[in-house]
Every structure is written in C-alpha cells, then in structure tokens.
C-alpha cells in the first residue's frame, strides 16, 4: 500500500463524520464569513439612514407576520384537522404536515420577535441593534427548517392528497379563504394553489430582506463598518439561492417518484431523499441500467429490481491515466466496484463533479448547493478518502451478515489508530466486553485498546472483532470474541495479519483457560503460556513452544492435580523425547517418552536418594534389567518387577561397596543429561526475537513482538527509512523510564560475540555498554527488556515452584549461562553509537574484558539469582548443615582460644586489637581479631555476581594480610599453611548461612577465562576451610581451657 495513503494520517474532514449517524441538518453558504454580532457602532448620518430602513423593515415585517398568522390560522390548522380524522391515510403524510406545522408557528415566532425589536428599537436604532444583522443565523435556521419540512410534504405529494381530502371544505368556506387566491375549480389546481401560498409569501419575504440590506450596503459602500451587512446579505442571498435550488430538487424528485413504478417506489423512496442526477438526463452505460444519483446513495435499477449504495462508502476516480477510454470513471463501494462510461469528456466530468459533490455533502452533512462551473465549486468538492461508516456484508464469505462500523479508505475496512473522541466504539466494546463477563480485564483495554481501534465488526452468530484493519482484513491489533458455548465466550486479545491472529496475542476461553504466548495463522504458533482455571477438576499449566496449535518442541507442563512436572520434548500434543518428570513428594525420573510412553531404559532417583537405572513404564511400574542403588552405597543388579514404592521383587545380584562409604553418592546425581542442550531449550522465544528484528521496515513488529500497540502510530509513516533500532525507539513509550539510545547496528554477515566485543566496543567504554544494557534489561518497552522477561518467566516456571528439586541444579545452572550467551549476541543490534569502533589496538584486550561473563551475566543473574540460589541451597543441604553445626561449635570460643584452637602462629595474633576494661578477662573477648577482614568476607552474600562475590574474596585475604602486617610491622606473604586458619578464622566468625551454595555458585558462574592463579587459590582456600570446618573430628578435639 502506497505509504502516503491518507488513511495513515486522515484529515479533519475525517475526524467529523462520526457524528454524522446522528446528525442534524445545516447548511453553509460560500460567501458568509463572521457573525453580524461583531457590528461596530457608526455616526450620525449611517444611523438616520439605518432608522429609515428599519421603519420600512418594520411595516414589511408587521405585514409578513400577519400573512403566515392568517396562512396558519385559515389554512394550515384544517389541513390537519382533515389529516388527522383520516383513517386511511399514510402514517409519513401526517408526521410531514405536523413537522410543517411546527416549523410554521416558528417561523411566526420567530416574525413577532422581529417585529417587537423593531417596534422597542426604532427611535434609537443602530446598525448593530438592526435584527437582521443581529439575528442573522437564527434567521436563516427557522427558514431553513420551515423550507425542509415544506419540500418534505411536497415530495410525499401531500398537497395533491390533501386537495382530495378538502376540496370540499374550501368550496363552502370561500369567505375565509378569499384572500389567499385558490383555485377550487379541480382537485389538481387547488394543490398547485396550496404549494402557491404555502411557499411564495415566505420566500418573498427573504427577497425583501434582500433588498433592504442593498440598499443599506450601497449607502454605506465606502465605509469600512458595512462588513456587518455585506456578511449579512451574502447569507440571505445564499439562503435564497437555496430554497431556489431546494424547491427544483423537490419538484425533480416528486416527478421521479410518481414516474417509478410502486415496486421500486417502495424500495427507494424516503421523505428527505432528493435526486441529484439521472442517467436519463445524462447518459451513461456499463453496466446496464438506469442510474439515480440521490443526495444519500447511488441507486442502480435494472428492470424491476434496484440495488443502492450509500453515499458515505462510495469513492469515485477517473480513470484518464490507465484506460484507452477515456471517459470513463470508477466506482468502488464495498465488495465491488463499477466502471461507468460516458459518450463524451463533458458528461465525464458533470458526473464525476456531481458525484463527489453530492459524496461530500453526505459526509459533511451540509444542504450547499454549488453550481456547476460556479467560482471555487471544485475547491468544495474535496472529498475525504478516509471515513467512517456503518455497512453490512452480503457477499464476503468471511463477513457474510456481519456488520462493520468504523474506518474506510478506497472500499475496504482499513485504520491504523482511532479518534479518541469516538465514543461510540468505547461503549460498544464496554458492552460487549461486559456481557461477556470479561469485566477483569476492562481496565487494562480502556487504557490501552480502546487507543487503536479503527472499527467494529458483529456477526449475526455473536461473534465481535474490534480493532485495526488494513486492506479490508484485521491487522494490528485486535480484540475478538467467539461463542463457545451457551452462555460462553473466547475473547482473544492479540496482533493480527492479514486476517489472522498473529503475533503476540492473550486468549480467554470460556472454559476457564487461558493461553499468553504467539499466534501465527489463527494457531497457537511460537513460544507462549497455557494455563487452566485452579477450580477445574485437572488444573494444568504449560509453557513451551507451539507448532499449529499443538505442543511441540520442548517445553514444560505442571500437572497441578497429580502433584508432577514434565521438562522435555512434545510433539502433537504429546511428550515425545527425552524428558523428566518431577514430583511434590521428591520422586523424580528421567527417559524416553514416545507419544507419552516412556520407552527403553531410564533413571528413578527417590526422596531417599535411593537411585534405579532400567526399564520401567511412565506409571513406574519396573519391567525388566536394572540397577538399584541404596542412599548407603548397598547395589542390587538384575531383573525387577512390580510398582515402585509398592515392594519391589527381583531376581539378581547384592553387592556391598568396595570402597570408603560416601553417603552423597547418589544424592548428588543430577536430571537432564539426556534432555536437549540449554541453548536449544527456549530456542522458539529466541527465534521469535529474530522474526522481529529480520522483519526490516514492518511498522506494526515491534508492538507485536511487545505485546502492546504503540500511541505513537502517527509519528511511523515515515519508518519504511528506518533501521528497527530507531522503530524501537518511537514505538517504545518512555512515560516512566529514561529513554535510550537506539542507534542503527545492522547484524554484519559472519559476526560473533568476539566481533562484536573487537569492532563496536573500546576497554574504556566497557561501563558504559553495561549501563547501557542495564536499562535496556530494566525497560519491558525494551525489546531485551521484553526478551529477558520472558526468560525470566520461562525460567520460574520451570524450576521453582512445588516442584523445585536440586535435582534440577545442573539444568538450571547451564540456562543461565546460554541466556547470558544470547543475550550478549543480540545486543549487537541495540548498541549506542557512543560504543562503536575504536583504536584496532585494543581488541586483545577487549576480547579479555568484554564477554557473556562479565557484560550480560552480571546484569541478568539477579533477576535469576533468587530461584538459583534456592536450587543450590538444596543441593548442598547436607554438606551446610554439617558446616554450621561446626560454626556453632567454634562460636563458643573467644577470639584468642580460638586462635589457639585452630593452631594459628601466636606472633600473627592481632593483640594489640583487644582493648580491655577493668572488669573483661583477655579469653573471653570475642569479635575483636581481624574485625575489618570478617566485614569484608560477610559482604559475599550481598551480590549476585560471581566476579563480585571473587573481589569480596580477595579483598578479604587482603584484609588478613594486612593486618598480619601491621602486627608484625613487616611486609608478610602468607603461605597456604599461614592462610589457611586464619581464613577458617574469619569464615567462622563472618556466620555466612550457605558458604557452601555461595562456593559452588562461583566455581559454576565465574568467568572461564578467569580460572587459576589468584582466583583458583582462594577458591581452593576457601573450600579447605568449608571442608574443615565440616569434619566431626574438629568437634570431638577438646576445647582449650
């Protein structure tokens, strides 16, 4: 679609029709410019020759309100007396004759108040008190609406009907109707007689209003205070013009009426329906047929039949530039489109002229009636392309009987943003939404759908659909609701394409589900989220990948009533693959499912540690070979049967273990071995982010990919220019969070991290690419940020929870690090302009510096930390309960005995730091010694970073260093032999709760390229004191005394 179409940016024009459903009839006229209000006051001589004119407004005023008093008492009020005792006649007839009535006595109210402003005002008149230039636009609305019922009546042929009904009643009352001239001498000229006297006295009376203001402007010609009357009569001139015009549409549309036969009559005809133009009158052909143009619709007749179209969706071009015929012009209304020819250029354009002429009209909903040729009639002929309007479908297979209201452009359904003043949309959803019973979700579609919708669709079966369109099918986005039942309804709320759901979408169904995830064809496609009522009798939740609106690919399913958690491969809705089953009660196993049968050998490790590696099915029922492994060591190898947990039967071999016994042996084993890689878990949210950023200049990617329609619509015309950083960067609402900076950084063929690190980045700008990130991480209007929730969620789901096991540590673990991985790979594409290229010099040591470890795992681990961290706790359950247990042992000595209790050099005991008072004894004192090394280590559990986490550990052996110095007042090293009990030292005085969590959780996270020298000996110290402090042969020594 051609980017400058005016449904990107509608017009003003556009902006006022959607009042038009309920509009009131108004007319402008060409010349009229201000308000006769802004008369200013004028000298002596103008105001003499204002009085003379206003006493002879006077006298035609008192004369003109006598006439219509007398037309109303003597003629009308029996016209409706007769008219209401009928019995038989037509209902429209009646209401015309009231609405003639009613418009009469105003317009005799309106005469009596002009004639008592002039009586009051005649001495001391002014040309601003003048009633004619001070009431000029009430004037002109009572005329206007008297004239409208007047044509109204004549087009139903009322005054023929009501000369039947009456010729009697005026033969014998010729007294009171002498004065009025009827012609009683037949039925027919007695209705032209009323049709005389009921519209030439009112029109001639704005002829004269006419002439007095003439004459007042050509005495005043020369001086600059005659605007007042100049806008006056150029209103009263264009008033006359259009009853002119008013009466001759009337009498051309009675003619055409009477003309019809009573088949067509009834199928066309309307009380305020005027014909604009006939194909008799001007020929045209193709297709075949009779054409009636009328002020509302476009009316085709063939033979007995008639087919019409509504003015407000009807568009018309010529068709100069790409057909040999030239005169021809095309016709397009939804769901066709005609091409119409005429015998020559000037019928071309008196056709094409009247056409748009009367579509405006429509539109705008204004009685002018320029004429043709007329100065500045093709200026007031512009017609909006966009619009809004009502229609209903007949021949859409789609849209059959549905009713679609909303925005238009060339025939078809078509909108990018809404006019926030169109209330009318806003309360049909509420109301929908609300029947539905969807009222949770009202707050959030208030502030955020109702923004964008463009239109409304409703099926006669109960189906809606409100929000974008373009090209006549929903895109963007879109809210649509779907009967499932009695009483029942899907609502989906979600990006469409084309026609069909897709993109990032959230579905309700009726039955208490609800899916959060991508569509793509109308299918569940992609990542996303389903989940069930809690109150239905097998509440589940599944996160994972889609294939055609199926499972499929890996993902992970809570079967909240059996208490059980799968994490493994689907397909078809099925577990197919290597998978892992996680249960409440701490039973857990591992193998191959196909079509949810677990086939070939697999593992059951129980809540006892007790592990079994062979055959068995998925209700754990052991079939064949096997290995049985005891918590203790103890094996039993051979062929088993019966349910597990039910006493096993077996035919096979017993062994003791051979070795020291270690009763972590089994405990220790870990799931997911067999389960794909970490990086090709999620590789469906990831390569759902590369749809989005490979989708070059889509303008509606990032709020589809975001789950959110950007108000900034308006500002993206223009971004067909653009790279999809800086698209990010106007669709993204900054409301509340700082705005960052998207810069162009297309993907170069080939690149990696390493290029990336080595070409966009310098050593020096290394905390600025992490500040960067840090905010692009925090912002969920961010596509990272996006991303990274997502992982985040995805990440919850599957490890924490009921079903959270240690088990799980070393899958959990290896997620982490991809998702740093990927995520360093990505951001290639959002990297500020500010971190581009630098010295070529430095890429060794950006190499170094800048990787997944120390840019992207740092600022994503603590939003993974704490679900982590618990994985690690359970996995060292054992080894930190049997480390504690020692710090509570050694938390009953004083600094001093326990110094000596841990064979720490007497000469490197800081003494000098205890200060005693009169009534402390040196071996009682405690939290005294190597005070600033202890409050440095117990910092290690205040961060998520393993770097941080290795600098805190540094840092405090340079502590104890330190203070070793100080006391022996010399430069000191300290050996591994010196290092070792001091550190036990401090550790057990620093109380950290799960040293050995926080020790594993650095050996797993730290950056690779770090590993040995400084690093790997403290790590090294520090688990020889986590190991010593452990040992029971450290509590069964005896204390010092």
């Known amino acids: 679609m051609d980017s400058n179409c005016p449904i990107q940016q509608p017009g003003s024009d556009t902006l006022s029709q959607r009042s038009r459903f309920s509009r009131n ?60 005792s009928d019995q038989k006649n037509r209902p429209q007839l009646k209401e015309a004759l009231l609405v003639l009535e009613e418009s009469l006595e105003a317009l005799c109210n309106e005469s009596e108040e002009h004639c008592l402003h002039l009586a009051d005002t005649l001495d001391s008149l002014t040309q601003k008190e003048l009633y004619l230039l001070k009431n000029t636009q009430q004037l002109k609305r009572v005329y206007i609406w008297y004239f409208t019922a007047f044509t109204n009546y004549v087009v139903l042929c009322g005054f023929e009907h009501i000369a039947k009904q009456t010729s009697d009643y005026w033969k014998k009352n010729k007294k009171i109707v002498k004065g009025f001239r009827l012609d009683l001498s037949s039925n027919a000229s007695l209705s032209v007689s009323l049709y005389r006297v009921f519209h030439e006295p009112i029109r001639l009376q704005v002829q004269k209003y006419i002439d007095v203001l003439r004459k007042l402007s050509w005495c005043l010609k020369k001086n600059p205070e005659t605007k007042p009357i100049t806008d006056a009569l150029a209103t ?41 133009e006939d194909s008799k009158n001007i020929p045209l052909s193709c297709p075949e047929g009779r054409f009636l143009l009328f002020d509302d619709s476009l009316a085709i007749i063939q033979g007995s039949e008639s087919s019409i179209y509504k003015l407000d969706t009807l568009w018309v071009e010529t068709l100069d530039n790409i057909c040999f015929e030239r005169n021809q012009l095309k016709v397009l209304v939804p769901e066709e489109e005609f091409i119409f020819t005429m015998e020559d250029s000037q019928d071309k354009m008196v056709w094409f002229w009247k056409l748009k002429q009367a579509i405006r009209q429509h539109l705008d909903g204004k009685l002018d009636f320029p004429l043709w040729g007329e100065e500045g009639s093709e200026d007031s002929c512009s017609v909006p392309a966009c619009r809004f309007a009502a229609y209903t479908f007949i021949n859409n297979p789609r849209f059959k009987d549905a009713v679609y209201e909303g925005d238009w452009y060339q025939g078809k359904p078509q909108g990018r943003w809404a006019r926030l003043h169109n209330h009318s949309i806003h309360s049909n959803l509420g109301t929908i939404l609300n029947s539905l019973g969807l009222r949770m979700q009202m707050a959030a579609v208030s502030n955020w759908y109702f923004h964008c919708f463009s239109g409304i669709m409703k099926w006669p079966d109960g189906r809606n659909y409100a929000g974008t369109y373009e090209e006549g099918q929903e895109h963007g986005f879109g809210v649509y609701v779907m009967p499932a039942g009695p009483e029942i309804f899907d609502c989906y709320k979600c990006h469409w394409k084309s026609g069909k759901m897709h993109g990032y979408g959230i579905c309700e169904y009726g039955i208490g589900m609800t899916y959060k995830g991508y569509f793509q064809d109308n299918q569940r496609h992609g990542f996303g989220i ?18 055609n609106d199926k499972k499929s690919g890996y993902g992970v399913f809570d079967d909240l009533d059996r208490e059980e958690r799968y994490l493994g491969t689907w397909l078809e809705d099925c577990k197919h693959g290597n998978g892992v089953v996680i249960t409440q009660s701490g039973l857990c196993y591992e193998g191959n499912f196909q079509y949810n049968k677990i086939t070939g050998s697999g593992t059951i490790l129980s809540e006892d540690d007790s592990a079994y590696e062979g055959e068995f099915t998925e209700e754990l029922v052991l079939t064949g070979k096997g290995k049985l492994t005891f918590s203790n060591g103890y094996v039993i190898e051979g062929l088993f049967s019966n349910k597990w947990g039910s006493g096993l039967k077996t035919n096979g071999t017993f062994c003791k273990p051979t070795e020291e016994l270690n009763p972590l042996t089994t405990s220790k084993m870990q799931l997911g071995s067999h389960i794909i890689p970490a990086k090709e878990r999620w590789q469906g949210i990831y390569d759902q982010f590369m749809d989005f950023l490979n989708s070059g200049s889509d303008e509606t990617s990032v709020e589809s990919f975001l789950g959110f329609y950007s108000k900034k619509r308006e500002k993206q015309k223009s971004l067909k220019s653009m790279t999809i950083t800086k698209k990010v960067e106007i669709a993204m609402p900054h409301s509340t969070e700082d705005s960052l900076d998207f810069l162009t950084c297309n993907r170069p063929d080939g690149a990696t991290s390493e290029k990336l690190a080595s070409n966009q980045c310098i050593l020096a700008k290394g905390q600025q690419l992490k500040e960067y990130l840090s905010k692009a991480f925090a912002s969920s209007h961010h596509p990272l940020g996006k991303l990274l929730q997502t992982l985040i969620l995805v990440f919850q789901g599957t490890f924490s929870g009921i079903c959270m096991h240690k088990r799980l540590l070393s899958m959990a673990q290896q997620e982490v690090v991809s998702h740093a991985k990927e995520l360093f790979e990505l951001a290639r594409y959002f990297l500020p302009k500010s971190l581009e290229i630098g010295d070529p010099s430095t890429e060794a040591a950006i190499r170094d510096n800048l990787n997944a470890y120390t840019v992207t795992l740092p600022l994503i681990l603590p939003r993974f930390y704490p679900d982590l961290f618990m994985l690690y706790m359970l996995y060292h359950e054992v080894e930190d309960s049997m480390y504690w247990k020692g710090i509570l042992y050694l938390e009953l000595l004083s600094d001093t005995k326990l110094l ?20 402390q004894r040196l071996s009682v004192v405690k939290d005294v010694c190597f005070t600033s090394a202890i409050l440095c280590f117990q910092k290690i559990s205040t961060t998520a970073d393993p770097q941080d986490k290795l600098d805190t550990l540094m840092k405090t052996y340079l502590e104890i260093e330190s203070t070793v110095t100080r006391v022996l007042k010399r430069e000191y090293n300290l050996s591994m032999d010196d290092l070792l009990p001091l550190l036990v030292y401090v550790v057990s005085r620093a109380r950290i709760l799960h040293l050995g969590a926080e020790l ?23 688990d020889s004191c986590y190991q010593h402090i452990q040992k029971e042969e450290l509590r069964s020594r005896s204390l010092p005394k």
């Open 25 to 84: 009839w108004s007319t402008s006229f060409s010349k009229s410019a201000s308000s006769s209000k802004e008369a200013l006051g004028l000298g002596p001589e103008i105001k003499e020759k204002c009085q003379r004119e206003a006493a002879y407004l006077f006298k035609l005023e008192q004369s003109f309100k006598n006439s219509v008093t007398d037309l109303k008492t003597h003629i009308l009020r029996p016209l409706v007396k007769t008219e209401s």
């Open 236 to 276: 009263f001139i264009d008033l006359d013009k259009w009853i002119r015009q008013s009466l001759d549409v009337a009498t051309l549309t009675k003619t055409l009426w009477n003309s019809l036969g009573s088949k067509l009559t009834e199928l066309l005809f309307l009380p305020e329906r005027r014909l604009r």
């Open 530 to 547: 389903l989940h069930s009522s809690q109150l239905e009798k097998l509440p589940f939740k599944y996160f994972g990948h889609w294939e």
């Open 900 to 919: 000596e209790f841990l064979e720490v050099q007497k000469d490197l005991w800081p003494l000098q730091d205890i200060h005693l008072t009169n009534k």
């Open 1000 to 1022: 594993h959780l650095i050996r797993d996270m730290m950056d690779p390229s770090t590993e040995g020298g400084m690093n790997d000996f403290l790590l090294t110290a520090l």
